[in-house]
């Protein structure tokens, strides 16, 4: 009997994950103009979909990428393929879903008629199981984090807000940070030198109990970062936007990722100052979190194999 497989959708059609393909021409690898959004479930039910949808419309309006299904309709297609692929999945996995979106086929790059937006745009939602043992050693360890050389693209080059995959700037950063320091990720300053983002997660410092945050016009606004400011306003924790400088993160109390797969992880080497990997404020800040969707986050990840 043939192992099943999960389901995708692309361009309108529900199709076997495996078969689910984009053409040498598409405009996502000929201009690497794709956008993207990705949420992730909690007992197979899906986290803040409307929130990754409203990102996920904007970053499109944003790169002038047309979006013709209504946010009722991409919902409705990720129920479908959630409830078909979670059943797919062990008792205590769970999904990543993936939105994106490019402009379409560039004719030309194929010899066929047309060039860049002629075409009908790209759309695809496919989901995959949440790798949970690729972050045993963050939740054991904590992570590394180093300023490399490459900057983060500037804000009049490409909007902050638009999430996408036009990330050469972000590769070619942790390539650097690995090469510092093995292990390591890149912590990204923007062109004064002030902290940013990581190259896939926000960064939070703790400093006298009040969580900070690089100003949200400088960075992505992470759906798990908005996770964060609610639960620091229900816990009665202040939460405050400030333009952080490296020697801010070198004396911060505490430092922490917050990212959609491990929702919150903490640092425990950033520029090369430890930090308590074990800080009371992000604990307060987990432990509700996974009160909230009734998971133990850290325990999933950690019992994984």
Not at 50 to 78: G, K, M, W
Not at 122 to 139: D, E, M
Not at 165 to 194: H, K
Request: glycine content about 8%.
């Amino acid at each position: 009997m043939p192992h099943p497989t999960p389901l995708a959708y692309l361009n309108a059609h529900f199709l076997p994950q495996r078969e689910a393909h984009l053409t040498l021409h598409d405009a996502g690898f000929v201009w690497g103009a794709t956008v993207t959004d990705l949420c992730r479930t909690f007992g197979h039910r899906p986290f803040r979909l409307p929130d990754h949808l409203c990102r996920f419309r904007q970053s499109c309006e944003l790169a002038y990428i047309p979006l013709n299904l209504s946010d009722d309709e991409l919902t409705a297609v990720a129920e479908q393929l959630v409830a078909y692929n979670a059943a797919l999945l062990p008792p205590d996995g769970d999904l990543a879903v993936v939105f994106f979106a490019t402009p379409g086929p560039i004719g030309y790059y194929l010899g066929e008629p047309g060039g860049p937006g002629d075409g009908a745009p790209t759309l695809g939602v496919h989901t995959f199981p949440l790798p949970f043992a690729r972050y045993h050693r963050l939740i054991r360890e904590g992570a590394v984090l180093v300023t490399p050389a490459a900057r983060r693209v500037p804000a009049e080059c490409v909007d902050p807000r638009i999430k996408q995959r036009s990330r050469l700037s972000g590769w070619i950063a942790d390539q650097e940070a690995r090469r510092m320091e093995p292990g390591a990720s890149a912590l990204l300053l923007d062109a004064d030198g002030f902290v940013t983002e990581t190259v896939v997660a926000n960064f939070l410092i703790v400093r006298d109990g009040t969580v900070l945050s690089p100003p949200r016009d400088a960075i992505l606004n992470g759906v798990s970062l908005q996770v964060v400011e609610e639960l620091c306003r229900d816990l009665g924790i202040p939460f405050e936007e400030r333009r952080l400088t490296v020697e801010d993160c070198r004396n911060a109390d505490e430092a922490m990722l917050a990212g959609t797969s491990y929702c919150l992880a903490a640092v425990r080497r950033v520029a090369g100052a430890d930090l308590s990997m074990h800080g009371p404020i992000r604990r307060r800040l987990l432990d509700e979190w996974s009160r909230r969707v009734g998971v133990d986050i850290e325990r999933q990840i950690l019992s994984s194999r």
